[in-house]
């Protein structure tokens, strides 16, 4: 199925394994309160703005560039994002959720994107980049079996609604819990799973027409 082939992506892929991401993402919590970085951007301390962007744009980029399915406006986005971040920053109530909070900040933004996207490409003023796609950032050593369910879940995930779309990578592609899906994506834990579960329907729709066209 579509999950299983992502759970395997993920400890294959080059996104890394996700009990190391969320190892690391424990690790920079640590750091955040040891060295009370966000304590200093409030205090709008330059040098602590920039070492919080350095800590974490490379792993907010890596969520963006998935969740677009593209790297075109990656960079963009995270720019927007952290500008937002530090602007709002006096609103984060636990400095030791800067990571989860920046990442609702960012998603924010690639929900408008993909729907200001699908906009422009049902206009014809907008190709359609794949370059973030699940298939092309799978690792080379995954199987050509498993690169074409991934180029198949590709194609499904264009078509989704950015919400389903968003919440069900969140929670297969990026291995967070469903109480993490449902942080991110600013709606409660109950909206979160009912995107997932309308996302997972319209996958295994899929996958079950495209296995009995194979057979």
Known sequence: GSAATCTLYRRGGRTGDTAVRHAQARRQRQMCRRDGLVRRALAREVAAEDALYRRYARP???????????????????????????????????????????????????????????????????????DGSLERLASSRVSPEMRADLAIVDG????????QRIAWMLRFVEGHRLTEVGAICGCSLATAKRRIAAAQRAMDGVLQVDAGETT
């Open 60 to 130: 907010v980029a890596g969520l963006i560039t998935r969740l677009m399915g593209s790297q075109q406006e990656t960079e963009d986005i995270l720019h927007d994002s952290f500008v937002a971040a530090f602007e709002k920053l006096g609103q984060l109530r636990d400095p030791d959720a800067f990571r989860p909070w920046l990442m609702r900040i960012a998603v924010v933004r690639v929900r408008r994107c993909i729907r200001r996207r699908r906009l422009r490409r049902r206009l014809g003023l907008l190709p359609a980049p794949d």
């Open 156 to 163: 499904v995930l264009q078509r989704l609604p950015a919400d």
